[in-house]
């Protein structure tokens, strides 16, 4: 079946950088797309990769390679309210995305 | 605020019952999404719609159902309810059938007792 994989739980320092790896067992993903979902919150689409590479949005990049079945959400700058949880999903064309179970990100001083 | 809005916001009813969750999507978007989230799962996708027709169910129980209206607006039914049926229950809209950028509404949180 169709699976994501991704790290449940990553801490990092204000200020610093922090990595989230998402890594799928399906071939064929048309792309890969992140979410973050805050406590108490409803998910929000941060980005979308539908090609091999690195795409920049502000503080988060994001990165597929599609060859290695791998993908990264990149959150540079780090602040407190990046505290959440972050979803990489995947969708093999027009059928419904597919969500990892998540990476709960703490955010520490 | 994402434009999609969902009611009720919280639902608390005993095991048995049936309750009807409703979304109506961002103005203009075609497909609704509906996601269960339990505390231990992530987003387990449920069912799609996209202009009034069902495009792809999930892992949604045979007591689940749903449907999209003329309006484009969804309600999701569930029924014969049991204490694992609680759960924050997303209801999702994007434009296009194969949306990668789906925008979440706030999300109804069904407590059974």
């Known amino acids: 079946g169709q699976s994501l994989e991704q790290p449940s739980e990553v801490t990092a320092v204000e200020g610093a950088i922090v990595q989230i790896n998402c890594t799928y067992q399906?071939?064929?993903?048309?792309?890969l797309s992140w979410y973050q979902q805050h406590d108490g919150g409803a998910p929000t689409f941060l980005s979308y990769n539908a090609l091999d590479g690195l795409e920049e949005t502000g503080r988060f990049s994001s990165f597929l390679s599609r060859s290695d079945s791998y993908g990264y959400l990149l959150l540079q700058e780090l602040q407190m309210k990046d505290s959440a949880s972050y979803f990489c999903?995947?969708?093999?064309?027009?059928?419904?995305?597919?969500f990892g179970k998540g990476t709960r990100l703490s955010v520490i001083a | 605020d994402s434009g999609v809005t969902q009611t009720p916001k919280h639902l608390i009813t005993a095991t048995g019952q049936r309750v009807t969750l409703r979304c109506s999507p961002r103005s203009g978007d075609l497909s609704v999404y509906w996601y269960q989230q339990s505390l231990d799962q992530g987003l387990q996708f449920l069912i799609h719609y996209y202009n009034g027709e069902e495009r792809a169910k999930g892992n949604i129980l045979e007591r689940f159902s749903a449907q999209q209206f003329p309006d484009l607006h969804s309600e999701l039914n569930l029924s014969s309810l049991e204490l694992g049926d609680s759960a924050l229950y997303f209801c999702a809209s994007s434009a296009l059938a194969g949306g990668n950028e789906q925008f979440f509404g706030p999300g109804t949180r069904l407590t059974v007792l």
């Open positions: 999903a995947g969708s093999l064309g027009n059928t419904p995305l597919v």
């Open positions: 399906t071939s064929g993903f048309y792309g």
